[in-house]
């Protein structure tokens, strides 16, 4: 079993940034398939980005390519979440989750291990 918990969630202006977080405690972090994904209220969670074991395959969200980065730090169990050009509707409450397959998924019933999110909340 592996806990996750998020931080670096806020309230920042549109064209801003923010870099979210993910600890994880447990089982070997490597191991792991990491995702993030949101959701926005009254809309169902989805996928944002997501990075292979090692960090070598990352896949993204066609709306965050070029603004947001995913990156892993295995030696300190922690996944990250760099958030660049903010919109408002990036506005979501933001969650981590681990898959323990070695396949990169993009749906969020794939994935075993769930933080407990953190808002994100971008003003125009």
């Known amino acids: 079993q592996v806990q996750l918990v998020e931080s670096g969630g806020g309230l920042v202006q549109a064209g801003g940034s923010l870099r979210l977080s993910c600890a994880a405690s447990?089982?070997?972090?490597?191991?792991?398939?990491m995702g993030w994904f949101r959701q926005a209220p009254g809309k169902e969670r989805e996928f944002v980005a997501a990075i292979s074991r090692s960090g070598a395959t990352i896949y993204y969200k066609d709306s965050v390519k070029g603004r947001f980065t995913i990156s892993r730090d295995n030696a300190k169990n922690t996944v990250y979440l760099e958030m660049n050009s903010l919109k408002p509707e990036d506005t979501a409450v933001y969650y981590c989750a681990a898959d323990s397959r070695l396949r990169i998924a993009r749906l969020a019933s794939a994935y075993d291990y769930w933080g407990q999110g953190t808002q994100v909340t971008v003003s125009s």
């Open positions: 447990g089982r070997t972090f490597s191991s792991y398939t």
